[in-house]
């Protein structure tokens, strides 16, 4: 099975910013996509951002497109999420995941535990 581990949260003032990790071992990485999703607290889990397996083609949800950047690194098995200028709505619990395409929770199949991101105002 795939594991995934996310790592780079924490506690940042609006305007801030955080690069979150997500490290992957097991089975093939490479050749799947790779998404960042959130949950806050009462709320449903929701598409953050997504990368091709190649990496050569990214997608964000319209709440973070130009403040987030999705990348990875297939030599490291590494996806990474770079947060600029972060608003208090950002704050919730970032989870990385192995998928294939979409932005649905329910099209990827390996989840990692999930990093806390608090932007306070």
């Known amino acids: 099975q795939v594991q995934l581990v996310e790592s780079g949260g924490g506690l940042v003032q609006a305007g801030g910013s955080l690069r979150l990790s997500c490290a992957a071992s097991g089975r093939t990485f490479s050749s799947y996509a790779m998404g960042w999703f959130r949950q806050a607290p009462g709320k449903e889990r929701e598409f953050v951002a997504g990368?091709?397996?190649?990496?050569?083609?990214?997608h964000y949800a319209d709440s973070v497109k130009g403040r987030f950047t999705i990348s990875r690194d297939n030599a490291k098995n590494t996806v990474y999420l770079q947060m600029n200028s972060l608003k208090p709505e950002d704050t919730a619990v970032y989870y990385c995941a192995r998928g294939s395409s979409g932005t649905e929770p329910a099209h990827y199949d390996y989840w990692g535990q999930g990093t806390q991101v608090t932007v306070s105002s």
């Open positions: 990368v091709s397996w190649s990496g050569g083609r990214t």
